[in-house]
């Protein structure tokens, strides 16, 4: 398929299905895309749940679906059909979510014509285009180091960051009170506390958490 705006029926216009579950905004949004003469609106839906469903019936080129929520669009099912979000301030993982899913463009509720278009016109030629704020929210995600299923751990003192170093370098509480000048009691608290507050089970699981945040280094 070429991605001209001629249609399988010859028509011009890109063929887009429309859902929303606000009439005020389902009408400012058909006002939009009638607006624009590379689109031609083939449905307006009031729920995005049947999205799939009608998408089936009407075979649109694009469905652009304006989300009040997260799960408004996860009800719905996946579609083969390339979609544009319209949602304010999804987190990361709903983001992977819906791209996996077909979603090919999203962009916040306030968007304008201006951004919609290039939007509708990008996910008819399979490309992907996302608000700036949603990818750096997604990348931000992608480097992070921990896991996001991780909860946020106590910062470590400086002293509990170098007996950690020092059970990395596989040093026993002796020689590590031996190095610091103190005693082996003091040590074991220290141990204690960065157990603790790292949330790890064992000394081994600590040394490894404290390389995975980047606290120590082998």
């Known amino acids: 398929m070429d991605h001209s705006l001629a249609n399988g029926n010859g028509s011009r216009g890109v063929r887009v299905l429309l859902a929303s579950a606000s009439a005020v905004r389902r009408a400012g949004l058909e006002a939009l895309v009638k607006s624009a003469p590379a689109l031609k609106l083939v449905g307006s839906l009031q729920h995005t749940q049947t999205?799939?469903?009608?998408?089936?019936?009407?075979?649109?080129?694009?469905?652009l679906a304006d989300l009040d929520s997260e799960s408004s669009l996860r009800s719905n099912g996946s579609t083969n059909f390339p979609t544009v979000a319209l949602i304010?301030?999804?987190?990361?993982?709903?983001?992977?979510?819906a791209l996996r899913s077909g979603v090919k463009a999203i962009l916040p509720r306030d968007a304008g014509i201006?951004?919609?278009?290039?939007?509708?016109?990008?996910?008819?030629?399979?490309?992907?285009l996302l608000d700036p704020e949603v990818t750096q929210n997604l990348v931000q995600s992608i480097r992070s180091p921990a896991s996001p299923m991780e909860p946020p751990h106590e910062d470590l003192t400086p002293?509990?960051?170098?007996?950690?170093?020092?059970l990395a370098e596989g040093?026993?509480?002796?020689?590590?009170?031996?190095?610091?000048?103190?005693?082996?009691?003091?040590?074991?608290?220290?141990?204690?506390?960065?157990?603790?507050?790292?949330?790890a089970s064992t000394r081994t699981e600590a040394v490894t958490l404290g390389?995975?945040?980047?606290l120590i280094l082998l």
């Open 159 to 166: 002293r509990e960051i170098e007996v950690l170093a020092m």
């Open 114 to 128: 201006e951004e919609i278009l290039p939007a509708i016109l990008a996910a008819f030629a399979g490309l992907v």
């Open 88 to 97: 304010d301030k999804p987190d990361s993982s709903w983001t992977a979510q």
């Open 51 to 63: 999205i799939a469903q009608r998408a089936v019936e009407l075979q649109p080129d694009v469905i």
């Open 211 to 214: 390389l995975r945040m980047g």
């Open 171 to 199: 040093l026993g509480n002796r020689q590590i009170a031996d190095r610091l000048g103190v005693s082996d009691h003091t040590i074991k608290f220290h141990i204690s506390s960065i157990l603790d507050k790292l949330g």
